[in-house]
């Protein structure tokens, strides 16, 4: 609610979005290096959605 930088949410999050409130930026592979991944150990362990909160 006070983030207005891009996050990384589950992919699960596309069921409660709220496109009113969010902005879909794109999948953290399209961002990777910038805010990082779902890599553990080097192991791809999951996948997120980027979001940014609209102003």
């Known amino acids: 609610m006070d983030w207005d930088d891009a996050m990384g949410v589950p992919i699960t999050f596309s069921n409660k979005h709220n496109p009113e409130q969010f902005e879909i930026l794109g999948a953290d592979t399209d961002f990777a290096g ?17 979001i940014q909160r609209k102003l």
């Not at 910038?34 to 980027?50: E, F």
Request: glycine share 18%; no cysteine; charged share 30%.
């Open 34 to 50: 910038k805010l990082g991944s779902g890599y553990v150990k080097g192991n791809r362990k999951y996948a997120r959605i980027v």
